[in-house]
């Protein structure tokens, strides 16, 4: 699919196209596999994160009838279990010029978390403190992005953290010029792991959870289910979404 309005093209595999649309022994199983277990872990460790900072905030004064989630190492993962996920693959093209502004435009993720792996060609940067700051690529290494779903799940103790793929010519870039100029003069290729919760998280919610959580889910999403809200933010359905809004 061509990106409307980047220099990019891109496969969106949802959690079945994953399967149906490989070979059996392409690597992108093995890859998505091995995502999925990261996944997890990542999301418990911002369970731990989260409710050890509640627990101190509130002198460790908890009750073990209180607040289910406190402590609950899976909180999270266990919302997440069903693997509702979507892998992008996308290519930029070389512009081969040096007014080739943004590569990928300014954006947030949408849902809960996005695991990205690079190439290493220059140009991702986020906005830190008013800044566009480049990120630094470590090989093996994978760049953990916050959805505003969780941002607002976690009433923005994470944050949706803007971010995007500059060039020679983008805006107030804390990027070295020359590298971004050498970076057009190359295609870049990028894979993102997008998380979303399960289809029926608020239905598991509404059993389990208590009046908060459910609260929190229920404002984040505005009222919308979780896949009305990934519509909403990703602009269509599993691999049709056309990438307008990110």
């Known amino acids: 699919i061509s990106h409307p309005t980047d220099p990019k093209v891109y496969a969106m595999l949802d959690s079945e196209d994953q399967y149906d649309m490989v070979a059996p022994d392409n690597i992108i199983r093995e890859y998505v596999a091995a995502l999925q277990l990261i996944k997890m872990d990542v ?3 911002i369970s731990v994160g989260l409710f ?14 209180g607040d289910k989630k406190k402590n609950d190492v899976d909180f999270f993962a266990k919302l997440h279990d069903e693997n509702n996920d979507t892998l992008r693959l ?19 993720d949408y849902g809960t978390i996005t695991l990205l792996s690079t190439d290493g060609v220059s140009g991702l940067e986020l906005f830190h403190k008013g800044q566009w700051l480049p990120v630094p690529y470590v090989e093996g290494a994978l760049v953990v992005n916050v959805g505003s779903l969780l941002a607002g799940w976690t ?20 990027s070295n010029r020359q590298g971004l100029f050498d970076a057009v003069n190359h295609a870049r290729t990028s894979m993102a792991f997008f998380v979303d919760p399960n289809h029926d998280v608020s239905e598991s919610l509404a059993v389990t959870a208590i009046a908060t959580e459910k609260d929190d889910l229920a404002v984040a999403l505005g009222g919308l289910s979780v896949a009305e809200y990934i519509r909403f933010r990703s602009g269509g359905d599993d691999n049709q979404r056309s990438g307008v809004s990110f």
Do not use: M, Q, W
């Open 90 to 108: 996308i290519t930029y093209f070389p512009t081969h010029s040096e007014t080739t502004a943004n590569r990928c435009k300014e954006h947030s």
């Open 43 to 45: 999301l418990r460790h």
């Open 52 to 65: 050890e900072d509640e627990d101190i905030d509130n002198n460790n004064d908890v009750d073990d009838g």
């Open 155 to 174: 009433h923005g103790a994470l944050r949706a953290t803007l971010h995007r793929v500059a060039g020679p010519a983008s805006l107030n870039s804390g």
